[in-house]
């Protein structure tokens, strides 16, 4: 279906706040309101109602189904699909139904999802319940079928959080109450929630199909093990922000009416750095809605991207020697009343309130560091950090210059004043004078204040922003409460915040940085500073179990010692699981396709050679040639070796996790290293008739 403009469709699909208004007795949607708003306790009768208004909506949409829709701890969604059909009695014919029951709780197999050791196998049962912040909306599939989908919690029948949701949603109370506490020290009585807010831009790839299918090294892990770089990369930089190819183009118009539909505000879209890479950024929404959407764009994008002929890859580092994809986390702070709170203001009541929170914000991410980089560290992220094309695993704050000189200035006691922001003139008169922002943009840094929020850049293209969110949320609430107790202990808050501030930036600014974080310098001036650098994915993982790190989230009632250790395993284990899947797959496409076919490949220079030789025209070319290539294939056979007895011995060890991860850490993922340097040289020997695979200047450069 075609729309003349956007709001024609946008949210057509959501049961969204007005249809409930519209379809709700008045009393039972003030009393949802309440619980959504507020968070009072959700009353049955009201879930009833809902519950019917609900299925009488999705049905009038074309929905039989209906399914409680969760992220489990796989980094993606999971669903079970139930029809809006009940019995009554054995030979009575069967009538629609949705109750409030249903709507509340739903059951799932709960150990056939990761759970850490938090379930035993043989202990099943999980509970989803109903996330009422997060709006219910209908989806269809290609084949016209259509189900109601209810975001949802999931946890385990022991009340363990067994998903990505049930953290954050804590994580979202537990600051919330923190921040509302310092507002009322600060003289603000009229806010009663605060809410982190989220938009996440989105970095993706796109190849044809038909080249996908050929690559099992992407079909099986979203990444080439092999291929040897183009002629022609990034390199001119014409890639980024360029015209899009039409077919690209195609896909990016239905993919928006998709999201649109579904509520989601998707905002921006346009060619990104590298070769066949592109860019998709919502507007934002509460941390939690934002979650979900997210999942939402991600699953969209694969399912509309095979509509045009395409594979949408979201593996951070799809392409070696080209950027990698990530997911800009912009992370702010906004009341019920309507102020984002980390927006500069110009009366004193908003300068005192900026100033107290980014302090706090500051402080949060100096000394809970790790816990950010936990957040993000996954096998596929550790391809991508650390580049020059990516934030660095150190972790630093970039404000801009204007902004640090008013911050050091609070530190040192003076009024830390905002300026009005600088014209600035092009030297066109026919161009408009503009405003200067405060800052220019560093890309460099991986947690960036943006002028009214803060950009985690570390944040892995293809992982749910679940968990950072969840980090960043508790870490800043622990901060609040910190400075909230100083704030009552004081005869004077409204005169204590400027000392509390100015304390805290002076303590933890070490954590501001302005530079180039790609500088080597930077890493011996941050070692100095005693800022961590956690290179290794498996180091950062073990965070969870820090003593430091769990005492925080079980302070704040967001994790459990025993939640967070079941999600070091599970990361863990996901480490190990993911890196064993990309040796085999290796080894496998080079014992299979690539050395036979440099085999074959080295018979027919023989045979030239040979035949050369026998008629007197011996050539120094085809022997030189001959010797690489004979060369190089003994170096691809060896390091197939290697890598294979490597992974035999990391299979035999004892089932300790950690010591796998390691051992792939330490063992397997070097040696496989080694093989594709030796296959790709000789790719760039061999024949192209004679290669197996789709080069990479087929993949990134045939897209018309």
């Not at 709507?103 to 196998?121: C, M, N, V, Y």
């Not at 000392?499 to 941050?526: C, D, P, Q, S, T």
């Not at 180091?539 to 704040?556: G, Y």
């Amino acid at each position: 279906m075609e729309y003349s403009n956007p709001l024609e469709c946008f949210g057509c699909d959501v049961f969204s706040d007005a249809i409930m208004q519209n379809r709700l007795d008045p009393l039972i949607y003030a009393a949802l309101r309440r619980t959504i708003d507020e968070g009072s306790e959700l009353e049955y009768k009201v879930a009833e109602a809902v519950a019917n208004a609900m299925k009488d909506w999705a049905i009038e949409k074309g929905a039989t189904h209906y399914t409680h829709w969760f992220q489990p701890m796989t980094g993606s969604t999971a669903q079970k699909h139930d029809a809006f059909l009940e019995i009554q009695s054995l030979n009575s014919a069967p009538i629609l139904k949705f109750s409030g029951k249903a709507l509340i709780r739903g059951e799932a197999d709960g150990s056939s999802f990761p759970s850490g050791g938090l379930r035993a196998t043989f202990e099943a049962r999980g509970y989803t319940t109903w996330d009422c912040t997060s709006a219910a909306f209908v989806k269809q599939d290609g084949h016209g079928s259509c189900c109601l989908y209810i975001p949802t919690a999931f946890c385990s029948f022991s009340g363990e959080a067994l998903d990505e949701k049930t953290p954050l949603l804590r994580s979202m109370e537990a600051l919330s109450k923190e921040a509302v506490a310092v507002l009322r020290l600060l003289g603000i009585n009229d806010v009663k929630r605060v809410i982190p807010t989220v938009g996440s831009e989105q970095e993706y790839f796109l190849v044809d199909k038909h080249h996908f299918l050929k690559r099992k090294d992407l079909v099986y892990t979203g990444r080439t093990l092999f291929g040897a770089p183009p002629a022609k990369g990034q390199e001119l930089s014409d890639q980024y922000y360029a015209s899009t190819p039409e077919r690209v183009t195609g896909f990016m118009n239905e993919l928006n009416i998709a999201l649109w539909r579904l509520g989601v505000p998707a905002k921006t879209e346009h060619n990104e750095t590298a070769p066949a890479q592109y860019e998709l950024a919502p507007l934002y929404a509460s941390a939690n809605v934002a979650t979900d959407h997210n999942q939402l764009v991600m699953e969209l994008m694969r399912r509309v991207a095979g509509h045009h002929g395409f594979v949408c890859l979201l593996h951070e580092k799809p392409f070696y020697g080209v950027n990698g994809s990530g997911k800009h986390n912009n992370w702010s702070l906004m009341t019920d009343t309507g102020v984002n709170l980390l927006k500069p203001g110009k009366t004193e009541q908003t300068a005192r309130i900026f100033y107290t929170f980014f302090a706090a914000v500051l402080a949060a991410v100096d000394e809970y560091a790790p816990a950010l980089r936990m957040s993000c560290a996954t096998l596929g992220n550790e391809h991508r950090l650390g580049g020059h094309e990516a934030p660095p695993q150190i972790i630093s704050v970039f404000t801009g210059t204007k902004l640090y000189n008013e911050l050091m200035g609070l530190a040192s006691g003076g009024l830390g004043e905002l300026h009005v922001k600088e014209q600035m003139r092009t030297g066109v008169r026919t161009l408009a004078v503009l405003h200067k922002d405060d800052s220019d943009r560093n890309r460099t840094s991986p947690f960036a204040f943006t002028g009214n929020k803060f950009e985690f850049r570390m944040v892995g293209a293809s992982q749910s922003i679940g968990l950072p969110n969840t980090v960043l949320n508790t870490i800043v609430a622990e901060m609040l409460k910190r400075i909230g107790e100083q704030l009552s202990r004081s005869n004077d808050p409204l005169q204590a915040w400027r000392e509390i501030a100015g304390a805290l930036i002076l303590k933890h600014g070490r954590v501001i940085f302005n530079g180039n974080n790609y500088a080597k310098e930077w890493v011996a001036e941050a070692e100095n500073r005693g800022l961590p650098n956690i290179s290794s994915t498996v180091d950062a993982i073990n965070i969870m179990t820090h003593e430091k790190i769990q005492d925080v989230f079980k302070r704040h009632c967001v994790f459990s010692p025993e939640e967070l250790n079941a999600r070091r395993d599970i990361a863990l284990y996901g480490f190990v699981q993911m890196a064993r899947i990309e040796a085999s797959t290796m080894l496998k496409i080079a014992k299979q396709k690539l050395l036979p076919a440099c085999i074959r490949f080295c018979g027919e220079i023989a045979r030239a050679y040979n035949e050369t030789k026998a008629a007197g025209m011996e050539t120094a070319a085809n022997k030189r040639l001959l010797t690489r290539l004979c060369a190089n294939i003994d170096l691809m056979d060896e390091a197939i070796e290697t890598l294979y007895c490597a992974l035999q011995s990391e299979e035999a060890l004892e089932n300790d996790t950690c010591s796998r991860a390691l051992a792939m850490r330490e063992n397997v993922l070097p040696l496989m290293k080694k093989l594709r340097a030796a296959a790709d040289e000789l790719e760039r020997i061999v024949d192209k008739d004679f290669w197996p695979l789709p080069s990479y200047g087929e993949m990134m450069f045939h897209i018309v």
